[in-house]
C-alpha cells in the first residue's frame, strides 16, 4: 500500500479504479470545416476500421469465453451500421459544418442519453454500448488505439494539472474522483470537483506514472490523502467511511421540496452554479431554486474559435427552458487571468489577474460582447433569464454597458427579432466595488458578491497561487464587513444581494450571512441541500 496527501477541495470517500490522465486524450472540439464531404467519408473510413476491430474481437472471445459472451462485439457491429446512429452524424457535419469527432461525439451523448432515460431495463443497458462505440470512433479518428483503462467504468482521475478547457470538456459521468499534483484551494479543477460534489485533492505528493493505471485508490477526500492499493484493514475502514457519508447523503434527500426558509420565516434564494449545459442535471437533481451563476465562459474555453451567436444562442435557450421558468442568471464571459484562450489573441501580461479580462475585454472589443449580448437578448424570450456583468469597479463601467444593451436591443428591434427583458446586475468582486456600491445600485437590478476574486484582490493574494494558501483567509473580517456593507447599500437602493463565490457554500457561514441579511445563495449543485438544511436549522432574529 501506498499512502500520499493532498489538500482537500471536497470531502468524502471514493473508492476505484485509477486512470493517469494525459494531455489530449479523446478531447473532442468543435472544429469548422469547409468541405462536409470530406468529413463524412473521415467518418466512413473510421466506421470501416472499427467494423473490422471489433470482428476481430469477436473472434478472439468466441475462441476464449464462448459464444454467448463474444455476441456483445456482433451488437456494437450492428450499432456501427445503425442508420438513426449514421444520419445524425452525417447531419450534424453537414447542417453545423463540423468536424466528424465532434458529430460523432454529440451523437453518441444524445443517442446514450436516450436509452438512459427509457423505462426497460435492456434498453438502459445499450446506453454504455453507445458509448463504447462511440469512444471506439473518436480513438481511431485522433490515431489513439490503444486499450488504456476502460473509461466506461467511472474512475479516480489522476494529473499533474487541469486547465479549465480540460475539466470543462470530461465526461463527468465517469468520473469519481480527482487527485492532482498542482492546483490551489481556489483554483477551477477545485471549483469543477465542488460543483460535481465529488472527493478532490490538489497539491498532492502522488508519484504520477502509467503502472497506477487501473490500480484501486482510495481517496479520502476529508482527511487530504489518497491510499493506492490499500491493505484490507484500511479498504475496510474506508468503505465504512463511504457507508456513513451516504447515509447522511441520503438524510439531506429528505429536504427535496422543501422550502429555503429560517425557524423564523426568513426565506433565501437557494441557487446553484453551473459551467455548462451538462451540469443542468445536478442543478435539478439537487432541487436548486434556480441557477445563480452560469459561467459563460467555458463556452469560449471549449471552442477553438468565437462561438457564433446561434452557438451561444441555443445553449441560452437550452438552459432557459430546462429550468422552466426559475431563474437563470447568466454571466457574460469572464476570459483572462487563469481562464485563457489563444484564438483571443491576448497579450502576454505579468499581472494577468489585475490586466485585461473580463468587462474589460468586452468593453475594449464590443463586437465581441455584441455577438453575446444578442444571443443572451434572443434566448431571455424562452425563459427567466439574468444577465450579470463581472469586474466592475465604476459608474462609468456601468453606463457604457448600457449604451451597448440599448444599441443590441435596436438592432433586434429593427431587424425583427424577438427578445425578452432580460433584468441587469453586477458581481461585486473588488474593493472598489464595495466601496461604490450605494452609487452602483442606483443603476442596476441586483448584485452577486464573487466571494473568490474578492478575497484574491483585498488580501492582495494570487488565488492560484498554492505557496500562499495559508495565507488565504476567506474568513478574513475585511471579507465580511464588505460583504455586510454590499448588502446594506443595496438594499438602501431597494435590489437584493447575493453570493456566488464559493464562500456561500461555507455552511459555518451561512448563519452569519442571514443575519446580514444577504438574500441569495448559489453555490454547487452538490452542496444545494447541505445549506438548505442549515438555513432551515437557523433562527435570525
Given amino acids: 500500500m501506498n499512502k500520499y496527501t493532498g489538500k482537500s477541495v471536497f470531502g468524502g470517500i471514493a473508492i476505484g479504479k485509477i486512470m493517469v490522465y494525459e494531455k489530449g486524450e479523446h478531447q473532442v472540439k468543435r472544429v469548422k470545416i469547409t468541405d ?14 472499427a467494423f473490422k476491430q471489433l470482428g476481430e474481437l ?43 469527432e465532434y458529430a460523432i461525439a454529440q451523437t453518441g451523448d444524445n443517442f446514450s442519453q436516450m436509452f438512459a432515460a427509457m423505462d426497460d431495463e435492456y434498453m438502459r443497458g445499450r446506453a454504455a454500448d453507445v458509448k463504447d462505440i462511440t469512444e471506439r470512433l473518436l480513438g481511431i479518428l485522433s490515431g489513439n488505439t490503444g486499450s488504456g483503462v476502460d473509461v466506461d467504468e467511472p474512475v479516480i482521475m489522476v494529473a499533474e494539472d487541469l486547465a479549465p478547457s480540460e475539466t470543462v470538456q470530461m465526461d463527468k459521468s465517469k468520473i469519481l474522483s480527482f487527485v492532482t499534483q498542482k492546483g490551489s484551494v481556489n483554483s477551477h479543477t477545485a471549483i469543477l470537483a465542488r460543483t460535481m460534489g465529488i472527493p478532490a485533492l490538489i497539491g498532492s505528493d502522488i508519484v504520477i ?21 490499500p491493505d484490507e484493514a484500511t479498504l475496510s475502514a474506508m468503505q465504512e467511511e463511504q457507508r456513513k457519508d451516504n447515509e447522511k447523503k441520503a438524510l439531506l434527500q429528505e429536504l427535496k421540496g422543501k422550502e429555503d426558509v ?32 452560469f459561467r459563460s465562459e467555458f463556452i469560449y474555453l471549449e471552442s477553438d474559435t468565437f462561438p457564433t451567436e446561434e452557438e451561444q444562442f441555443n445553449i441560452y435557450r437550452t438552459v432557459a427552458e430546462s429550468m422552466a421558468g426559475k431563474p437563470v442568471i447568466i454571466r457574460t464571459l469572464d476570459i483572462g487571468a487563469d481562464k485563457q484562450c489563444d484564438y483571443f489573441g491576448l497579450d502576454k501580461e505579468d499581472n494577468p489577474a489585475l490586466g485585461l479580462r473580463a468587462i474589460r475585454i468586452c468593453l475594449t472589443r464590443p463586437e465581441i460582447f455584441k ?30 454597458i448600457k449604451v451597448i444593451e440599448n444599441e443590441v436591443k435596436a438592432e433586434l428591434t429593427e431587424q425583427g427579432i424577438e427578445f425578452g427583458n432580460p433584468k441587469s446586475g453586477i458581481m461585486i468582486e ?34 492560484q497561487n498554492t505557496k500562499l494558501d495559508d495565507f488565504y483567509d476567506a474568513h478574513h473580517p ?40 444577504v438574500d441569495e ?11 438548505r438544511k442549515v438555513i432551515r436549522e437557523t433562527r435570525v432574529s
Avoid at 65 to 89: C, P, R, T, W
Avoid at 272 to 280: A, F, Q, V
Avoid at 434 to 448: E, G, T, W
Avoid at 488 to 499: C, K
Wanted: proline content about 1%; overall charge negative; some cysteine.
Fill in 36 to 49: 462536409a464531404e470530406a468529413e463524412k467519408n473521415r467518418y466512413y473510413e473510421a466506421v470501416e476500421i
Fill in 58 to 100: 469477436h473472434d478472439k472471445a468466441l475462441r476464449e469465453v464462448g459464444e454467448a459472451n463474444a455476441a456483445i462485439f456482433e451488437i456494437h457491429q450492428m450499432m456501427l451500421e445503425d442508420d438513426d446512429y449514421k444520419e445524425s452524424v452525417e447531419h450534424i457535419i453537414e447542417s453545423q459544418m463540423v468536424n466528424a
Fill in 209 to 229: 506514472d502509467e503502472s497506477l493505471n487501473g490500480k484501486l485508490g482510495v481517496v479520502d477526500g476529508t482527511n487530504g490523502v489518497v491510499y493506492i492499493e
Fill in 262 to 293: 429560517t425557524l423564523d420565516g426568513k426565506k433565501i434564494k437557494l441557487y446553484s452554479n453551473i459551467g455548462n449545459i451538462k451540469d443542468l442535471a445536478n442543478v435539478i437533481a439537487n432541487d436548486a431554486a434556480g441557477i445563480g451563476l
Fill in 371 to 400: 455577438t453575446q449580448l444578442r444571443a443572451l437578448y434572443r434566448a431571455s424570450a424562452y425563459g427567466n433569464i439574468s444577465i450579470m456583468y463581472p469586474m466592475i469597479i465604476s459608474e462609468q463601467e456601468v453606463d457604457k
Fill in 430 to 463: 473588488t474593493p472598489a466595488a464595495v466601496i461604490m456600491s450605494r452609487q452602483l445600485a442606483k443603476k442596476v437590478d441586483f448584485f452577486s458578491i464573487g466571494t473568490n476574486d474578492l478575497t484574491q484582490y483585498t488580501l492582495a493574494i494570487d488565488r
Fill in 478 to 517: 475585511a471579507i465580511l464587513a464588505m460583504i455586510r456593507m454590499v448588502v446594506e447599500n443595496a438594499h438602501a437602493e431597494g435590489i437584493w444581494a447575493g453570493i456566488c463565490g464559493e464562500l456561500g457554500a461555507d455552511t459555518t457561514l451561512t448563519e452569519e450571512f442571514l443575519k446580514m441579511g
Fill in 521 to 531: 445563495l448559489s453555490v454547487s449543485a452538490g452542496k444545494v441541500l447541505a445549506v
